[in-house]
């Protein structure tokens, strides 16, 4: 019997990822092949061009469909656009059932309900995440069903975007071969394959720091509380050094990998880079600790980002597990002591767990990249897709799609 295929298909604003997973009846996810690509007409996480974004994503699509033809019709697409929100919203109804006793069917109207949160003609609900059921003023229940009960409550977290943005990346992967199982937000991606339940048990923030837009999950006491993302990414890294050393964007991104560092106070003062190692038309001798200046500058101001959402939410330096970073962005050297010292929690590089997959000698080192954090999390997004309750699952064609989109 053949394996069940699927695709997590995470396009970023500088690299389209490709993961072929099969889900094994053991619960393990096996990665039997992945695809890479360069993105192009994709802008802060969203769709710039849509001539460039159909034709990168569509050589993608064509490369897995090479090797699996079945994978491409079961795709889970990450998205992380620069504009998505997070709100709590609370649900209420009464048991149906003269019995008393919680159903399926109320279960699914109370989360409904839950998703009535005021939101504007453009924009729409990407996941509705539940938090917790309440049965007759008793919460922190998981699963209601089977309980007796006249009154069922649900807090959910309300996860929205921008309508467009979405809509848009759906039809470039509709034109380009695939078809769409499930729509996940990276950030959320992200945390199922990184994040352990003790981490989300204790509290910890997920940072997923792309080359467009940066995000954030954060997590207690093993349940989401909140979401958001930055339209910052490790590409205006690249773009300050561009305009600070008067080089090329792809010049000043060569440099940031090999010579740069999140921590200026560690780089010795008097080394220099010579530019014409890049470049022989480029003249200059710019210190290393110049660089670094310039990266730490960039880094603070995602921190401060993100230290102002955990203000709100009251969470700031007050997460005992810390701060778990993924994404190209986390490679960086120092990036942990600077996150570290500017949010005031311990921080880590997040790495995809090895207990989750099970891989080939040409995937394992897929599971040592952070970068690949979100695309991994996308195949195990299969496993709960009917509890984390994404607004898109359905497939076909791209009107059937986009209809399932509308508030």
Not at 154 to 168: C, E, I, K, T
Request: charged share 25%; hydrophobic share 45%; glycine share 10%.
């Amino acid at each position: 019997m053949a394996q069940k295929q699927v695709l997590g298909l995470d396009i970023g604003t500088r690299t389209i990822k490709a993961i072929v997973a099969e889900v094994g009846e053991d619960g393990m996810f096996r990665i039997v092949h992945q695809v890479s690509g360069e993105s192009r007409g994709i802008r802060k996480g969203a769709v710039a061009d849509m001539e460039e974004a159909t034709a990168a994503i569509t050589g993608v699509i064509g490369e897995v469909k090479r090797f699996s033809k079945t994978a491409v019709r079961n795709i889970y697409l990450g998205i992380g656009c620069a504009d998505v929100a997070a709100q709590i919203s609370r649900g209420i109804v009464a048991v149906s059932r003269a019995n008393s006793e919680i159903y399926q069917d109320d279960i699914s109207r109370v989360i409904q309900a839950s998703e009535a949160v005021n939101l504007s003609a453009n924009r729409m609900i990407l996941h509705t995440i539940t938090r917790e059921f309440i049965v007759d003023g008793i919460g922190d229940i998981q699963d209601p069903m089977g309980m007796i009960g006249s009154r069922l409550e649900v807090m959910s977290v309300v996860v929205d975007a921008f309508q467009p943005a979405v809509r848009n990346m759906i039809k470039c992967v509709e034109l380009g071969g695939g078809s769409i199982t499930a729509v996940i937000f990276n950030p959320l991606s992200a945390a199922l394959s990184v994040l352990t339940k003790k981490q989300k048990e204790l509290g910890v923030v997920l940072v997923d720091i792309g080359y467009g837009t940066t995000g954030i999950a954060v997590y207690e006491e093993g349940k989401l509380i909140y979401t958001k993302t930055f339209p910052v990414g490790a590409g205006h890294i690249t773009n300050d050094l561009a305009v600070a050393l008067k080089v090329q964007v792809d010049v000043a991104e060569r440099i940031k990998v090999a010579y740069g560092s999140a921590v200026s106070r560690d780089v010795p003062a008097k080394e220099t880079v010579d530019l014409r190692k890049f470049d022989p038309n480029y003249k200059g001798n710019p210190s290393r600790k110049f660089i670094a200046e310039i990266i730490e500058a960039r880094l603070a101001e995602m921190c401060e980002m993100i230290n102002n959402e955990l203000k709100r939410i009251g969470r700031a330096g007050q997460l005992p597990a810390g701060a778990v970073v993924v994404g190209g962005g986390s490679k960086l050297p120092g990036v942990t002591a600077l996150f570290t010292g500017e949010l005031k929690l311990s921080t880590q590089i997040g790495l995809p767990r090895a207990t989750l997959y099970e891989t080939s000698p040409e995937t394992a080192e897929l599971l040592e990249a952070p970068e690949y954090a979100a695309a991994l999390g996308l195949p195990l997004w299969e496993e709960t897709l009917e509890k984390k309750k994404p607004s898109i699952v359905k497939k076909g064609a791209i009107m059937r799609v986009l209809r399932n989109l509308l508030p």
